[in-house]
């Protein structure tokens, strides 16, 4: 019998899509398939929704217009020295050949596909969460005694990994500077040079929602022989940091790209090459840790892309508008599309049009008791949002972050990120109109103010007494 997949009963003869035929003459590299190449022209386009709507269709076993879910753990082989030429590398996935789902699996690769298109990258793995991205990123390009220099505001999750993890567990140490400051970058970058590997930033910083100069950034890191590694979960459509220069682009796709608050994933976007290398049978930090994503999981993701652009629209829209109105009552918000914000004209330059500012907006409240009781009555008085962490979401979340998304940072270490104790980060949904919420926020505002009122009355009357 010959040594090829067609010849099995399974095979799918339906499973590449209408536009695939015309892909294979714009580039499509078949020979590295394996890690969801996608196209170079693909690569160039610059709306991500078209780039996504581009992305090669994957059909149902039987025909279906959805991708079939494949739940096997391992594939089976119609010759025994089959498996000699797939663990050698002469048969792999893109001759529909796969070993073992923690290698790869096909409805993960999917998936894989459909990031590379919308982040504009050559290739994409998918992982189980978005820390287990950022860990086997940082892992595999530093290597043991290996150094990061880091923005020094970051989600307090990753600020731990490079602050306390990594240099314990594998030798790699971290620097975090002022990102705003390139003299700042290039003096910690030359400080230790020769163990400098990584330059890592987020698009839109967690929680103050600073903004990184991608394309500044990314000459630095050219220039110092470095990789730029850049977290974009907090803007997804809204800026496509690999189009700007990033070497790498990391998510947490449990956020805004699955949206559903009901899923855990992650994800990395680069070079083939790279990606490649973190699948090495004997040094690649993806396929000997393991943090593989479920192939149910992967097509739930897959399901949702689609609408994503809408979704980021619909967010962006409702964050402005709370805003803008925000700062009307005297509020101190943070938001990027506000004029007043530092970065306003450095996100609008690196921003793909027609998808606004991003879905999160933060206001400082001045104390954590203020910033708790406003969201006690947002939530349980006037039901216009809930307490919790994560973002994305349909519904609006929100949180204090000083206590809870950055409380692995140090009192010290926050207040040089700027993390005021009463910030409150706010994931704004789209459930609801934009005018009921509105009325609900008002309410619970007016709800907080007078309370606060009769508190300072009622201390006046005691210290009378």
């Not at 894989?112 to 950022?134: F, N």
């Not at 970058?189 to 590997?197: N, Q, V």
């Not at 800026?239 to 790498?248: K, M």
């Not at 690649?284 to 652009?309: C, D, W, Y």
Request: aromatic fraction near 6%.
């Amino acid at each position: 019998m010959a040594d090829t997949k067609q010849s099995m009963v399974f095979t799918n003869p339906k499973k590449r899509g209408p536009r695939d035929a015309a892909d294979d003459d714009d580039g499509f590299v078949a020979g590295t398939a394996d890690w969801a190449v996608v196209s170079t022209k693909r690569v160039a386009r610059k709306d991500p929704a078209g780039a996504l709507a581009s992305a090669r269709h994957e059909f149902g076993e039987h025909g279906g217009v959805n991708m079939s879910i494949e739940a096997s753990a391992t594939f089976t082989v119609m010759e025994a020295d089959t498996l000699r030429r797939m663990f050698s590398g002469e048969l792999g996935p893109d001759r529909d050949f796969f070993i073992y789902s923690r290698h790869c699996n096909p409805t993960v690769l999917n998936l894989g596909r459909q990031m590379a298109a919308l982040e504009g990258t050559e290739a994409a793995y998918c992982t189980a969460s978005g820390m287990a991205a950022i860990s086997s990123v940082l892992i595999q390009l530093c290597g043991a005694g290996g150094r990061v220099v880091a923005s020094r505001c970051l989600y307090g999750g990753t600020h731990a990994l490079l602050a306390h993890f990594l240099p314990r567990a594998c030798g790699i140490r971290a620097e975090f500077v002022d990102i705003d400051d390139i003299e700042a970058v290039r003096a910690a970058i030359r400080s230790d040079k020769g163990a400098t590997r990584v330059l890592y930033v987020e698009t839109m910083s967690n929680p103050t929602l600073a903004v990184a100069d991608v394309p500044r950034l990314s000459e630095v890191a050219r220039e110092e022989g470095l990789k730029l590694v850049v977290d974009n979960t907090f803007t997804p459509m809204v800026v496509s940091p690999a189009r700007l220069g990033a070497d790498v682009v990391v998510h947490s796709v449990s956020k805004f790209i699955n949206g559903g608050a009901d899923i855990i994933a992650g994800a990395i976007c680069g070079p083939a090459s790279l990606v490649k290398s973190m699948m090495d049978l004997h040094h690649g930090s993806l396929m000997l840790l393991g943090p593989t994503m479920n192939a149910k999981v992967a097509f739930e993701i897959s399901e949702r892309l689609p609408h994503l652009s809408l979704r980021m629209t619909e967010h962006s829209n409702r964050a402005m508008a709370y805003a803008t109105r925000m700062k009307k009552l005297g509020l101190k918000v943070i938001y990027p599309g506000l004029e007043d914000h530092p970065h306003h004209s450095l996100l609008a330059s690196m921003a793909n049009p027609g998808y606004g500012f991003g879905g999160m907006l933060c206001l400082d409240m001045g104390s954590e008791d203020r910033a708790n009781r406003l969201m006690h009555h947002l939530q349980n008085t006037t039901q216009f949002g809930l307490m919790a962490v994560s973002l994305g979401y349909y519904e609006t979340l929100m949180s204090c972050s000083g206590s809870s998304t950055s409380s692995e940072m140090s009192s010290e270490e926050k207040a040089r990120a700027g993390i005021s104790p009463g910030l409150i980060r706010m994931s704004v949904g789209y459930s609801g109109t934009l005018e009921q919420r509105w009325n609900q926020f008002e309410r619970a505002l007016a709800l907080m103010q007078h309370q606060q009122q009769h508190s300072s009355q009622d201390a006046d009357i005691y210290c009378k007494v």
